[in-house]
DNA sequence: CCACCCATGTAACTAGTTACATGATTTC
DNA sequence: GAAATCATGTAACTAGTTACATGGGTGG
């Protein structure tokens, strides 16, 4: 399992609590781990029963906010996790899984998903561009950083590549209807 | 969900037994969805039921042997789902966490799992680069097999990318180790 | 005082993985 | 006759999603 690992890494860059963990891990953090809040409150919940991490409650202000800090215990655990190897995994999208469908069974008009997933890779691009620009350009090169960097380039890259092929599979459908659909209108 | 309708998409394709689903879904159809055994009789036990699809044991050699097709509440179902809309699906690596991880309390010695990374990549390109040769190159250009052919497309695409990337990222540790480890963490 | 954000959770379900099990057929 | 492969499943667990619930603090 890799969420309470990276919620450790998450909390060695800054202790929080868990409300905070979600917010992170909705924006910044979101771009290459994503999690609801509902399973980072239970993987807090585990981990501090594994005394990995502990918490205290922060609290002048009495609400049940609570701050966790990681413990050597899971320092440990971390680096246990970090150093073993995986098969990175696989492209898998429900959206080939449709168009192989449209492929079969088709067309299925799914022109319009694909400008929507066209909007989406945009924006996901810009969204990168930002958090490039505020977080890694001009600013001290040191080893994290410089690591965080070469992350983000892997989201930007993708998105790049979903963007390109995506308005080519659009150009094709475009194209593959144009030829079939006005010379006869026995289908739509 | 997505794999009881990438499985009728299969069935659509040719009809054929749980046992050989399972082992289309291990190699070619493998590079746009993945699923194992246990996953596919559950899921055709279901679809079954649901009156999707029927079985007939085809039997003159008294295995349990059933060969699945689907029936037309099957393909009214998969016409329903495909032509919804979602949100692409995100790039979602632990080894982004690991990395991570060797940013914040490294290094790890990640230069091996990158390595086995590489060497991965290169190998599912050339899977991929016979099955294009195979099944799309000198082929009569229908409208399904151009289709089929743009999806193979983004696993090639997707491939060359985390290659590419992953070369990237072993110089950058490289050169950040080769600075780093000796007796003096200043330089040398 | 109402809406919105802060902050925490529980419960139930779905999807996917791992481990285990069984028997028949083909191949060496 | 042993080993590999064909062919099917059950059981238990893990991870992730969706729906529901609660109560305090803040700003207009």
Same mark, same amino acid.
């Given at each position: 399992?890799?969420?309470?690992?990276?919620?450790?890494?998450?909390?060695?860059?800054?202790?929080?609590?868990?409300?905070?963990?979600?917010?992170?891990?909705?924006?910044?953090?979101?771009?290459?781990?994503?999690?609801?809040?509902?399973?980072?409150?239970?993987?807090?919940?585990?981990?501090?029963?594994?005394?990995? *991490?502990?918490?205290?409650? $922060?609290?002048?202000?009495?609400?049940?906010? =609570?701050?966790? /800090?990681? #413990?050597?215990?899971? @320092?440990?655990?971390?680096?246990?996790?970090?150093?073993?190897?995986?098969?990175?995994?696989?492209?898998?999208?429900?959206?080939?899984?449709?168009?192989?469908?449209?492929?079969?069974?088709?067309?299925?008009?799914?022109?319009?998903?694909?400008?929507?997933?066209?909007?989406?890779?945009?924006?996901?691009?810009?969204?990168?561009? *930002?958090?490039?620009?505020? $977080?890694?350009?001009?600013?001290?090169?040191? =080893?994290?950083? /410089?690591? #965080?960097?070469?992350? @983000?380039?892997?989201?930007?890259?993708?998105?790049?590549?979903?963007?390109?092929?995506?308005?080519?599979?659009?150009?094709?459908?475009?194209?593959?209807?144009?030829?079939?659909?006005?010379?006869?209108?026995?289908?739509?």
């Amino acid at each position: 399992m890799s969420l309470p690992h990276a919620l450790m890494v998450s909390l060695v860059e800054r202790p929080c609590s868990g409300y905070d963990l979600a917010r992170r891990f909705e924006k910044t953090i979101g771009y290459f781990w994503r999690a609801s809040h509902q399973q980072i409150y239970r993987e807090l919940g585990r981990m501090e029963a594994a005394g990995w *991490i502990y918490s205290t409650a $922060d609290d002048q202000s009495n609400t049940g906010r =609570r701050t966790y /800090q990681v #413990q050597s215990a899971g @320092l440990n655990e971390l680096k246990r996790w970090a150093s073993q190897t995986d098969d990175p995994v696989m492209l898998r999208d429900p959206f080939f899984v449709r168009l192989r469908a449209d492929a079969m069974i088709g067309p299925l008009g799914l022109q319009d998903e694909l400008r929507h997933r066209i909007a989406h890779h945009q924006l996901k691009l810009d969204t990168y561009a *930002i958090i490039e620009q505020h $977080d890694f350009l001009n600013r001290p090169q040191t =080893r994290a950083i /410089q690591i #965080q960097h070469q992350i @983000l380039k892997a989201g930007i890259l993708y998105e790049r590549n979903m963007l390109a092929w995506s308005q080519q599979m659009l150009d094709l459908l475009n194209q593959l209807d144009q030829t079939h659909t006005p010379s006869h209108p026995s289908e739509r």
